[in-house]
């Protein structure tokens, strides 16, 4: 009834009487009770017949996991599932660990829906937000969202939205070209402080590669072979960032909004977050409200900034990280793409003023990336040089685990003592506790 934006994505509001199911967001007048049912993600809504609301836009409501804890094996298989291109679901259950059959039960008891008809309705509803969102020819988001021809993607579109992709652009123009400017919109749940957010990242931002102005996050990036760049311009009458993206191939669409998702920690719940935070023993009167947990492009970004920010300021660090990009990374007429695994290995990194062990830390981390491998964690604590801070830290900003406490680092331990807190009680929420007693170190030095 109150419409709080804080509880978007949370759940949905199916109307039986139009079999059309809204955001709790959406203006439109509301039902009465008797004629609602309720659905924790929107696949459910779907899978039950209803279609979604042309107005709010499901959609683009930000991922919630389907029960409270982020490192369950069914938010797991959410991510999965949601990929694109898809995996086979067979694929999947070997990623998570399980059998094909308990993923078919923990998604149908939870979900309400089979693996495969989650897939496709993600598929689906990512291909809606395009159509809605974007100018792109219809066969280009047919393509984007991994739809083998036209009539799969139009037979897809009538069987879980119940109308044509044609009849979702009847107001849009066709005249794009591809290659074109991609818009998007990326929906969060308030309370955001971006301010904090910006000056986290503009603190860590690498030059030419990352531009954060007061109001956007911009960068260059190569994904999947694919090169591209995107800005992402806060919206908060919205609670949203309006999205421009232009890549060489659209098939990684996908792929970059969910970085980017992950960049601006669009998808956390920040009352469920809170509640955990004072479990610690966190004081409410000292919790930044709306902090999130801005990450890395990807994970061999991420452990390229740990391995030169050991036993160094983030000021030394980002200036060794930009003699990286300037050196080594691709130039563009305009800025430059993070160089790949491959050129770092390559390379015998001579114009680095650090210790030689660092230096084949940084080559030999490399070397576990060429060719798109994907090293253990056992394989990176392997590396001379690399002990469990950098793993940490790793694991927090560029796997975007929520739950990672940073015992050994000074500033959090020397906070989490003055506070007496219990680490413990914060999961599966410990990555925020840890940038809690950060920002609150500093805003103690600068008073």
């Known amino acids: 009834m109150s419409r709080d934006p804080r509880f978007d994505g949370r759940f949905f509001v199916a109307v039986k009487t139009t079999g059309i199911f809204c955001r709790p967001i959406c203006p439109a007048r509301l039902p009465q009770e008797k004629n609602v049912d309720y659905y924790t993600t929107a696949a459910q809504a779907v899978s039950e017949g209803f279609r979604p609301c042309l107005r709010c836009r499901p959609d683009s409501a930000p991922m919630s996991p389907a029960w409270e804890g982020s490192k369950t094996t069914l938010t797991r298989a959410q991510k999965l599932l949601s990929e694109i291109p898809l995996q086979p679901v067979a694929r999947v259950a070997e990623r998570l660990g399980i059998g094909e059959r308990y993923l078919h039960s923990l998604l ?7 693996p495969k008809q989650y897939q496709d309705i993600q598929r689906v509803m990512f291909a809606k937000q395009l159509l809605q969102q974007s100018h792109l020819p219809i066969g280009d988001i047919a393509f984007i969202a991994g739809y083998e021809s036209m009539r799969q993607f139009q037979r897809a579109v009538k069987q879980y939205l119940k109308v044509t992709p ?35 990242l503009a603190l860590r931002a690498i030059k030419d590669v990352e531009e954060i102005t007061p109001e956007s996050y911009a960068r260059y990036f190569i994904q999947e072979g694919t090169k591209g760049y995107l800005r992402a311009t806060i919206n908060p009458a919205k609670n949203r960032f309006d999205v421009v993206i232009r890549v060489d191939d659209l098939k990684v669409v996908h792929a970059v909004i969910t970085a980017l998702k992950g960049v601006l920690d669009t998808d956390a719940d920040p009352l469920m977050i809170r509640q955990s935070l004072m479990a610690s023993g966190y004081p409410a009167t000292d919790l930044c409200e ?84 994907t090293p253990s964690h056992d394989d990176i604590l392997d590396i001379k040089g690399i002990g469990g801070w950098t793993l940490d830290y790793l694991k927090m900003r560029g796997e ?32 925020y506790l840890t940038l809690q007693l950060w920002e609150r170190y500093n805003t103690q030095v600068q008073e």
């Open 108 to 114: 149908t008891n939870h979900i309400g829906c089979s």
């Open 166 to 200: 044609s009849d979702m652009r009847k107001n849009a123009s066709r005249t794009s070209e591809p290659n074109t400017d991609i818009n998007v919109s990326i929906h969060f749940r308030p309370p955001y402080d971006w301010d904090k957010v910006r000056e986290f």
């Open 290 to 373: 709306g902090l999130r947990l801005p990450t890395t492009w990807n994970v061999f970004e991420s452990g390229c900034r740990a391995i030169l920010g050991q036993q160094v300021s983030v000021k030394a660090a980002v200036a060794q990280l930009n003699k990286v990009a300037e050196a080594l990374g691709e130039q563009h007429e305009y800025g430059v793409y993070f160089p790949s695994p491959e050129v770092i290995a390559a390379s015998d990194l001579s114009f680095l003023r650090m210790p030689s062990r660092r230096k084949e830390a940084l080559k030999t981390f490399a070397e576990l990336f060429v060719n798109g491998a």
């Open 400 to 431: 975007r685990n929520p739950d990672v406490y940073l015992a050994g680092d000074l500033i959090v331990k020397k906070m989490a003592q003055a506070y007496s807190l219990v680490p413990e009680a914060a999961a599966p929420w410990r990555s």
